[in-house]
């Protein structure tokens, strides 16, 4: 039988899996919109050409800054509850993604990015009440 800190041992280890899953997720995909000029990038991503350059620009800073928002915190154990803001930040824009993917029938990516979300959820829902990080504590991922 599980004793109570093995489970919360594996619940940490889970949520440091899908977080940085998450984090190089979101890095990969945000640096394309941050930086790449936008005539490159509107002929691979269509929302490029479609909406305006600041708009991109800002979806692609928000993915990574919540990217690092998923990792550093609990690395750092400074503020280790901006982990759960960072997952439930990229839980809205999965949602605004999959809205953006359906109107335009693209179920793939839709598909992607409910998965995604689903992650990011799991993250923002499990660092807040089944194994959050203090302050000052040690994670057992690093020991």
Not at 26 to 37: E, Q, V, Y
Not at 44 to 53: H, N, S
Request: net charge positive.
């Amino acid at each position: 039988m599980r004793t109570p800190k093995s489970n919360l041992k594996s619940w940490d280890i889970a949520l440091w899996t899908a977080q940085i899953v998450l984090a190089a997720m979101f890095i990969m995909a945000s640096l394309p919109k941050t930086l790449t000029p936008i005539q490159e990038l509107a002929a691979t991503m269509p929302l490029a050409a479609e909406v305006p350059e600041a708009l991109v620009r800002f979806i692609g800073i928000s993915e990574l800054l919540a990217a690092i928002g998923l990792v550093l915190p609990g690395v750092f154990r400074i503020k280790p509850q901006l982990i759960s803001v960072a997952a439930a930040g990229l839980v809205v824009i999965m949602v605004l993604a999959i809205l953006y993917h359906l109107a335009k029938g693209e179920i793939v990516p839709a598909g992607i990015n409910v998965v995604l979300g689903l992650l990011a959820a799991f993250v923002a829902w499990g660092r807040f009440s089944k194994a959050p990080l203090s302050a000052g504590s040690r994670s057992t991922i690093q020991g």
